[in-house]
């Protein structure tokens, strides 16, 4: 592992791994690290929009995306009765040149960006590596990062903390987290379908107080299912198999649904109150985190990488002083907000449970 690097990226999910590549086509050198060893083969992230197509289209990543991809039509809330409580329609074409949103295989887009990362010198994929502590002076970091038992220093002039909800980066450097206060148990349920035909050609949002449930087509061949969590439910016996069939038996048999995951999430609303500690910067869901209702969790952090990458440039190449990084969240956090408390809205109508 190199000792020296202008940025060490500490996570590479799809927000990591998206701020490396941006960071390097801007000429900087990069150190990426990853606790884990692999990808994760299973999908997590649903959707993305037009401007996040964009993104991957400046990135080179088009082709792979279209192909483990679908557009989304529209967007339905509906009783349990089936009347549209509020229908979106999204455009097949908007003024990014794509399509509103599409609907994809998370696993998909992690292969396609680390293909391009492993192709360039100036980055160096450090999977297994896992970030232990690290200082910060006037002019960089010092980290200390364990990789198959030996613990190796690396010296950049800045890190930025990828690494999720659970953020180590975040952690250390003591960043509370604002708290909107929603926290909800689902179940989700990812499967392989082949043949979905039967089912709503876009996302469905059913509003049943006996049940809040949400349908969703993934990338071609998937499909996915989210049921809430009643009052008193324990969520390790929500994964027990006869529960799960009884579950998606409205919707699909066993034969024509192979499930592939099955796991309880909480979904939450908060915002860490500070995304800059010196040279210590969090994106995606190490500085928010989002309910999925809006579709936006993923896409919020890769707008962070968006933002953050050329700001890191034009100070590490000296053509910017470093006051231009207080901008990243006085920009990022308002949009952040705005999408986070559009998601609990519709999640407040989804969870109802009074009749």
Not at 2 to 29: H, K, M
Not at 90 to 102: D, H, I, L, R
Request: hydrophobic share 45%; charged share 20%.
């Amino acid at each position: 592992m190199p000792r020296e690097a202008d940025i060490l990226v500490v996570g590479l999910g799809p927000v990591g791994a998206a701020l490396s590549l941006l960071l390097a086509r801007r000429g900087l050198s990069v150190v990426a690290i990853d606790r884990e060893t692999e990808i994760y083969r299973l999908p997590r992230a649903a959707h993305f929009d037009s401007e996040i197509m964009r993104l991957f289209q400046q990135l080179g990543l088009e082709g792979e995306l279209l192909a483990a991809s679908r557009p989304i039509t529209a967007y339905e809330f509906v009783t349990a009765a089936g009347e549209i409580i509020m229908r979106f329609s999204v455009s097949a074409e908007t003024s990014q040149g794509w399509a509103g949103g599409y609907l994809f295989h998370q696993p998909a887009l992690e292969e396609a960006l680390r293909a391009r990362l492993a192709a360039l010198s100036t980055v160096h994929l450090a999977p297994g590596a896992a970030l232990q502590s690290f200082t910060q002076d006037g002019e960089g970091v010092t980290a200390a990062v364990t990789r198959d038992g030996v613990t190796e220093t690396v010296r950049a002039r800045y890190l930025v903390g990828c690494d999720g909800a659970n953020s180590t980066v975040r952690k250390q450097c003591d960043i509370g987290l604002f708290d909107y206060g929603f926290d909800e148990p689902w179940l989700v349920i990812d499967t392989l379908m082949p043949d979905d035909s039967a089912l709503p050609p876009y996302g469905l949002q059913l509003c049943d107080p006996a049940r809040p449930v949400t349908v969703m087509p993934m990338s071609p061949g998937r499909r996915r299912w989210e049921f809430m969590l009643l009052p008193g439910e324990d969520p390790a016996g929500m994964l027990d198999d006869a529960t799960v069939e009884r579950l998606l038996a409205p919707w699909a048999t066993p034969a024509q649904a192979t499930i592939i995951r099955k796991a309880v999430y909480r979904f939450h609303g908060l915002v860490a109150r500070d995304w800059r500690r010196g040279r210590v910067l969090l994106a995606g869901d190490a500085a928010h985190q989002t309910p999925p209702f809006a579709g936006q969790g993923m896409c919020a952090g890769l707008r962070d990488a968006a933002n953050l990458a050329w700001k890191l440039a034009l100070v590490v190449q000296g053509r910017a002083s470093d006051a231009l990084l207080d901008t990243y969240q006085q920009e990022r956090e308002p949009h952040v907000r705005g999408m986070i408390e559009l998601a609990i809205a519709m999640g407040r109508l989804v969870c109802e449970l009074d009749p």
